[in-house]
């Protein structure tokens, strides 16, 4: 199984970074109340043009920015619990999609990736417009977003075999119910979904679990998939 997962808005509280940039670039004490109503926001909560544009050129200028951006609530445990499942089970592939556009953001990605507990990840940064040619060129079974275009993206390109998971915010309420939209509350009830007979812990593949066991002893019990 191949899974394509974005990040901002189904992993990472991107819109909560944002703002506390802004405030910090500019002075201001603006708060943001739970998600946000529209996709583009910040000029309703009183920034300016040039403010958010100086924020996205301090996040160009300093990509190690994004290992800041704190995880959306049960992002950790669904990270932890997506590492447990590649590590576990053959054949089940995962890429990270992300639209940030910085020189330095994959690896910044990758590593607040691995803060979180996944191992080895593989991020792609797609440039703008080009999200659903790069996630029908991989041909995955399942893809995870919250901006309903880049889960209509694909159809466009031709691929329509992916079960297509809409994480589900306020900004996009609107799409929850799209022919072909999967709507969830995020990405632990996509992994529920998608591998029913996982459970918490190592579950009952004796032959993976003796492999574990072998990990422990080379790389050591803090190394373990968790």
Same mark, same amino acid.
């Given at each position: 199984?191949?899974?394509?997962?974005?990040?901002?808005?189904?992993?990472?509280?991107?819109?909560? #970074?944002?703002?506390?940039?802004?405030?910090?670039?500019?002075?201001?004490?603006?708060?943001?109340?739970?998600?946000?109503?529209?996709?583009?926001?910040?000029?309703?909560?009183?920034?300016?043009?040039?403010?958010?544009? @100086?924020?996205?050129?301090?996040?160009?200028?300093? +990509?190690?920015?994004?290992?800041?951006?704190? +995880?959306? +609530?049960? #992002?950790?445990?669904?990270?932890?619990?997506?590492?447990?499942?590649?590590?576990?089970?053959? *054949?089940?592939?995962?890429?990270?999609?992300?639209?940030? /556009?910085?020189?330095?953001?994959?690896?910044?990605?990758?590593?607040?990736?691995? *803060?979180?507990?996944?191992?080895?990840?593989?991020?792609?940064?797609?440039?703008?417009?080009?999200?659903?040619?790069?996630? @029908?060129?991989?041909?995955?079974?399942?893809?995870?977003?919250?901006?309903?275009?880049?889960?209509? #993206?694909?159809?466009?390109?031709?691929?329509?075999? /992916?079960?297509?998971?809409?994480?589900?915010?306020?900004?996009?309420?609107?799409?929850?119910?799209?022919?072909?939209?999967?709507?969830?509350?995020?990405?632990?009830?996509?992994?529920?979904?998608?591998?029913?007979?996982?459970?918490?812990?190592?579950? /009952?593949?004796? @032959?993976?679990?003796?492999?574990? *066991? #072998? /990990?422990?002893?080379?790389?050591?019990?803090?190394?373990? @998939?968790?």
């Amino acid at each position: 199984m191949k899974l394509v997962i974005d990040i901002d808005g189904v992993l990472a509280d991107f819109p909560g #970074a944002v703002v506390k940039l802004l405030n910090l670039l500019t002075g201001k004490n603006v708060l943001l109340l739970g998600d946000p109503v529209e996709w583009f926001f910040l000029e309703n909560l009183g920034f300016k043009p040039d403010e958010i544009r @100086a924020a996205a050129l301090y996040q160009e200028q300093y +990509p190690q920015w994004y290992t800041t951006v704190p +995880p959306l +609530p049960g #992002a950790l445990d669904a990270v932890k619990r997506l590492n447990r499942i590649v590590f576990l089970q053959h *054949g089940v592939e995962v890429y990270f999609i992300t639209a940030r /556009a910085a020189s330095g953001a994959k690896r910044a990605t990758e590593a607040w990736l691995e *803060g979180l507990g996944m191992r080895n990840p593989t991020v792609i940064t797609a440039p703008k417009g080009e999200k659903g040619l790069i996630i @029908a060129g991989l041909r995955p079974d399942v893809v995870v977003d919250d901006y309903p275009p880049n889960l209509e #993206a694909p159809w466009l390109e031709g691929y329509t075999e /992916a079960r297509s998971y809409l994480v589900k915010h306020r900004y996009n309420e609107h799409a929850w119910e799209t022919p072909g939209f999967i709507p969830v509350d995020g990405i632990g009830e996509m992994l529920a979904r998608e591998f029913p007979t996982e459970r918490e812990g190592i579950g /009952a593949n004796r @032959a993976r679990v003796r492999q574990i *066991g #072998a /990990a422990e002893q080379l790389l050591g019990p803090t190394n373990r @998939a968790a």
